[in-house]
């Protein structure tokens, strides 16, 4: 049983290295943000800050490693190097704005490092700037304007507020970039496209919603009602399995299989 929980982590029962080195700067582990099935994400801070602005090296970094653990005796590794290359593409794709992670490096097959953006997740807050959507809608418009959709956009954790409130945006594993051939068929490569950029549209003001009501227009009002089909079999499908893990997870780590 210990086993097979391990393996619903990516990286499994791996343990993180206390330093890294990046751009000949090493870096100590401060705290695992997040370890699922497809990633584990890890925060590293330079010794200190003065030393960091001496060196004017990035404060603190992210290290991402996509799947590396087997999985019921499948080999993973191969999804984690494709998961790490494809998310790699995106934010070189959208390298000129200034919204979203910007790469260090790479960090063997299947990782890369970005410099960590200081601030809160939409998740962790109760009110943002009047300003703050009106800036999220502008930055949504330029990743949807290099033809690639975000397709995450109802998860409020990759949504940050940082210190100056401006909006900017994490986790481009599952994004596509979707071009006019992508489907063979320019029409039918535009049409995909837009219907994944609407759900994202949809997000983005559904969570304006639940933060700043009062600053909907009528027409957002519409919009951020207007679900669809894909979003309710990606709800049926990905939710019921993503409680089920959660609780197993959490009855080991009552039972002290594994440790928290």
């Given at each position: ?23 000949d700067?090493?870096y ?32 603190r970094?992210v ?13 993973l ?67 949807h ?23 900017h ?83 080991l780590?009552s ?6």
């Open positions: 049983m210990k086993k097979f929980a391990y393996q619903l982590y990516a990286c499994g029962k791996k343990v993180f290295p206390q330093n890294i080195t990046v751009h700067r090493t100590q582990l401060e705290k695992i943000l997040k370890h699922d099935f497809f990633a584990a994400t890890v925060l590293y801070k330079f010794a200190t800050v003065a030393q960091a602005a001496q060196c004017k090296a990035p404060p970094i290290l991402k490693v996509s799947r590396q653990e087997h999985f019921l005796g499948l080999p590794r191969w999804l984690g190097q494709m998961l790490c290359d494809h998310e790699i593409s995106i934010l070189n794709r959208l390298s000129r704005l200034n919204c979203v992670p910007h790469l260090l490096s790479r960090y063997g097959s299947t990782g890369f490092t970005y410099e960590y953006i200081e601030g809160s997740t939409l998740d962790s807050v109760t009110t943002v700037p009047n300003d703050f959507f009106d800036k999220f809608v502008d930055v949504l418009r330029q990743i304007k290099a033809d690639i959709a975000y397709v995450d956009m109802n998860k409020r954790s990759n949504i940050i507020v940082a210190l100056d409130g401006s909006p945006i994490i986790d481009f594993q599952i994004s596509l970039y979707i071009d006019n051939y992508a489907l063979i068929f320019p029409r039918l490569s535009f049409l995909f496209r837009r219907f994944l950029q609407r759900a994202d549209v949809y997000h983005l003001l559904k969570h304006k919603r639940k933060l700043c009501p009062h600053l909907l227009t009528p027409t957002e009002q519409v919009l951020s009602r207007c679900n669809n089909s894909i979003l309710h079999l990606h709800r049926a499908v990905a939710t019921p399995l993503r409680k089920l893990r959660r609780a197993f997870l959490s009855h780590r039972n002290g299989v594994i440790p928290d």
